[in-house]
């Protein structure tokens, strides 16, 4: 085990002191199956898909039911047998008009009630014979079973083995630096050969001599456990301890931190041969190549200001107030739903109860966490210069939101607002209590909008 002490990503902070991860850190994962799932057209790097089903369609457990509509999206499947209760359009977490279809099962193992699930297959309690895929085969079958990054944006997880680009390493992204969350270190302890399996189907398809799995310091029992599993296998697989800072999770940063290599503006990790995927992804890559089952469960944290917090693997499509309620309900008076950690988690809008939550498990959502809601008020910025000083991506924050606020977007453009990572740092180390991560994002969207609006001008 190494621990990685020479080479430090840019600004970061450190942004908990560990116990709000101790909440749900101890707690095994508990399955759960219910009855009805809503499940998402718009899973992945904020594009849809199109339904492929129709109201009364009989569905079976990883049946297509969703296609790409454009650029990057994934495939999705049922993630229960059933049949098609309803295909509605209604508003997500980012309050976008998105198609869910609703599936009601029709088979006795789904219903109310959890339990433990016993591992049976090969590849859960060894390193399981690989050489039959080929690197086609494998990337063939990440498009084909909906395989996205579990711990960001979403990105479909072939696009980045169709690289032409000489690929160096794999990085396994299993820092899980988003305080309260705990889902991927709970995976990491409870299902350390799935990952390590899909780890070398991953250095198989990208043509890679090694992958570095990436954990936080805070994260040593999992180090321990992984490399426990790796003693005498003599794969290309290291075991890597980054100090706990945030966010050391984000993809470039990640790189930095481990390679001492700086992703350039406008280019992509694969451009420096690196990939880097999410640990809960290499699971799930573990699911598709040995079992044939695509992406349609997914590991989530259940967290805050709840009575039980626990970590759950839930069919995608998964009702939140089912979790909350499994979970023991609210403990706040005030409560406010985040969907994923508190840094880049979206907040849900609801009238206050359980029962007014809406929402469902996408393929993305590594938590749900409540928190007491509180009235925060912004000041005028006192030009301190801590977002600077801390900004991963080397940016000056308080200059684009001065910018944004003016609607001053083409000084947002020559202030490199597209490079923002969204981690929420800036807005997190205010002493104003400015909204910069919110306003830096929006400066960003506006940027994006601006060059795709010059592109149509010069096409004519």
Same mark, same amino acid.
């Given at each position: ?124 309690? /060894? ?18 079973? /909906? !395989? ?17 680009? @000489? ?62 599993? !790796? ?28 390679? /001492? ?66 979970? /023991? ?27 007014? !939550? ?85 400066? @960003? ?16």
């Amino acid at each position: 085990m190494k621990y990685s002490s020479g080479n430090n990503f840019h600004g970061g902070i450190h942004c908990s002191d560990g116990t709000d991860k101790e909440l749900s850190s101890k707690e095994p994962i508990l399955f759960y199956n219910p009855r009805t799932v809503e499940i998402s057209m718009r899973q992945s790097a904020g594009s849809n898909c199109q339904a492929v089903v129709n109201i009364g369609d009989r569905v079976v457990k990883g049946q297509l039911i969703g296609t790409p509509a454009r650029f990057g999206a994934a495939n999705i499947h049922a993630s229960i047998s059933g049949k098609v209760q309803d295909i509605v359009t209604a508003k997500d977490p980012q309050d976008n008009d998105t198609t869910y279809v609703v599936i009601e099962a029709d088979t006795p193992e789904n219903g109310m009630e959890i339990e433990r699930i016993q591992n049976t297959d090969d590849y859960h309690k /060894g390193f399981a014979d690989i050489s039959s895929f080929s690197r086609e085969e494998i990337i063939a079958s990440m498009k084909e079973g /909906g !395989l996205i990054g579990m711990g960001g944006a979403g990105f479909p997880t072939h696009i980045k083995y169709e690289t032409t680009n @000489k690929i160096d390493c794999v990085l396994i992204n299993a820092a899980e630096c988003e305080p309260y969350l705990t889902c991927d270190h709970r995976l990491m302890l409870e299902y350390g050969y799935d990952i390590l399996n899909g780890i070398r189907l991953f250095i198989k398809a990208s043509g890679a001599e090694k992958a570095i799995l990436c954990l936080e310091d805070n994260k040593r029992d999992a180090a321990k456990h992984l490399n426990s599993l !790796l003693f005498q296998s003599e794969l290309p697989i290291e075991v890597k301890l980054l100090r706990t800072r945030y966010p050391q999770g984000g993809e470039r940063q990640l790189i930095e931190a481990v390679t /001492g290599q700086e992703v350039p503006t406008g280019k992509l990790p694969a451009d420096v041969g690196v990939i880097v995927n999410n640990v809960g992804t290499a699971k799930a890559l573990a699911d598709v190549m040995f079992t044939q089952t695509p992406l349609i469960s997914r590991c989530i944290t259940v967290t805050g200001k709840v009575r039980k917090p626990l970590n759950f693997f839930v069919p995608i499509g998964t009702r939140f107030t089912e979790l909350i309620e499994l979970a /023991g309900g609210f403990t706040a008076v005030y409560s406010r739903v985040i969907v994923g950690g508190p840094m880049t988690g979206t907040g849900i809008l609801f009238g206050g109860g359980v029962s007014d !939550l809406e929402g469902s498990v996408t393929k993305t959502s590594s938590g749900l966490l409540v928190l007491e809601d509180q009235a925060i008020t912004e000041t005028p910025c006192i030009r301190c210069g801590q977002c600077e000083r801390i900004c991963p991506a080397g940016l000056a924050p308080f200059k684009i939101d001065f910018a944004c606020i003016n609607e001053d977007y083409t000084l947002c453009e020559k202030l490199y607002a597209t490079e923002c990572i969204s981690c929420g740092s800036c807005s997190y180390v205010c002493p104003a209590k400015r909204e910069l991560a919110h306003r830096t994002t929006r400066a @960003k969207i506006e940027v994006l909008k601006l060059r795709m609006e010059r592109r149509k001008k010069q096409n004519g």
